[in-house]
């Protein structure tokens, strides 16, 4: 099967609760388990950046609906590439900001403790560097 990869940044329409954040979250989720799309999102001070990978019609499918939704704005694409595999395979989607929500904590806490154990990347993607590098940045910020 043929794999592709995007990675985006943008930035939020307003600041999201917890509440939209988790609304944001388990229908991405959801989303992406149909279209056997993985990846991973980041949320910081008013900025989403986003890796994400699948077959190319499910990207098509959940990329059509991340550039039409009115939660964010000011999408720059980084990267866009085709990957031999994946850099998220067991991730409908990672996610982690700051915050007291504990179901975004435990998201978070996955998303940490799957970066501690990443295998090598053989992706052939650069896309997984680019968030890997965002979060370092974050987490110095921070």
Do not use: C
């Not at 900025?47 to 190319?56: A, L, M």
């Not at 009115?70 to 999408?75: A, E, N, S, V």
């Amino acid at each position: 099967m043929s794999l592709e990869a995007i990675v985006y940044v943008s930035t939020a329409s307003w600041k999201p609760n917890q509440g939209e954040l988790e609304s944001l979250l388990a229908s991405a989720r959801a989303r992406n388990l149909e279209y056997a799309v993985t990846g991973a999102l980041i949320y910081h001070e008013a900025t989403f950046i986003q890796y994400f990978e699948g077959p190319p019609l499910g990207m098509d499918v959940v990329y059509g609906h991340i550039r039409h939704s009115t939660l964010h704005h000011g999408i720059i694409e980084l990267l866009r590439q085709p990957v031999a595999e994946r850099a998220f395979p067991n991730w409908t989607m990672g996610f982690t900001v700051s915050t007291d929500s504990p179901l975004l904590e435990l998201a978070t806490e996955k998303f940490l403790a799957t970066l501690r154990n990443l295998p090598p990347d053989r992706s052939g993607s650069d896309g997984r560097e680019l968030v890997l590098e965002f979060w370092r940045n974050f987490r110095k910020g921070r």
